[in-house]
């Protein structure tokens, strides 16, 4: 399964909004039901964090400000306002199937 | 809290091998599928390969089946990779995650002559 981002750069500025997109070359529902499409944070030098899981669940700790949407092929992660801590890469993951795969990343930085 | 501590990254010419460990704590190991996640210096993240929590299933992406095995001994709550004849284009920082939730810190592996 190949996941396309976009865009893959983002310049915001903060307390803006900023959504990044995230499109699935097969259908993320699994025979489940569940949809295991996962968004994750990367900051420079760190490893990475899990934002979202299943589209739109909030992982432990994570902000309200992140929100998640789509079903199917075609996901978007929002975030409601930008912080300074926000900057970074963005990954989209998909566990539908094996391999796993992820998307190329989309950069956050501040205007 | 729950932690995953890696070790076993180096320096290894290529063809050899290396064997990678991930030492997981503060989460019930034994009930959860396990991940290697790599990144080449500058690039992405690519998925390596996963076993079930009771190491009944093993699944590898296609750049390494064949050449990586993973395993995991529950009784010491640990997560192994067995890396053989690397090549340069396995240099990369590999994590282990727990079911991709819970991340590590990273282990740095660097193939080169």
């Known amino acids: 399964i190949v996941l396309t981002q976009t865009p893959l750069s983002s310049p915001v500025t903060l307390g803006q909004p900023a959504s990044i997109s995230c499109r699935s070359s097969?259908?993320?529902?699994?025979?489940?039901?569940?949809?295991?499409l996962s968004w994750l944070h990367q900051r420079p030098g760190q490893p990475p964090r899990v934002l979202l899981y299943?589209?739109?669940k909030r992982f432990s700790g994570v902000p309200d400000r992140f929100s998640g949407s789509g079903a199917g092929t075609d996901f978007t992660l929002r975030i409601s306002r930008v912080e300074a801590e926000d900057v970074g890469v963005y990954y989209c993951?998909?566990?539908?199937?094996?391999?796993?795969?992820f998307g190329q990343g989309t950069k956050l930085e501040i205007k | 809290q729950v932690q995953l501590v890696e070790s076993g990254g180096g320096v290894v010419q290529p063809g050899r091998s290396l064997r990678l460990s991930c030492a997981a704590s503060g989460f019930a190991f034994n009930t959860y599928a396990m991940h290697w996640v790599r990144q080449a210096p500058g690039e992405g993240l690519e998925w390596v390969a996963a076993?079930?929590?009771?190491?009944?299933?093993?699944y590898y992406a296609d750049s390494v089946k064949g050449r990586f095995t993973i395993s995991r001994d529950n009784s010491k709550n640990t997560l192994y990779l067995q890396m053989d004849s690397l090549r340069i284009e396995d240099t990369a920082v590999y994590y282990c995650?727990?079911?991709?939730?819970?991340w590590g810190q990273g282990t740095l592996v660097t193939v080169s002559s």
């Open positions: 299943k589209v739109s």
């Open positions: 993951m998909q566990a539908r199937q094996f391999p796993h795969s």
């Open positions: 995650a727990g079911s991709l939730d819970y």
């Open positions: 097969q259908s993320l529902v699994h025979s489940d039901g569940n949809t295991y």
């Open positions: 076993i079930s929590y009771d190491a009944a299933y093993k």
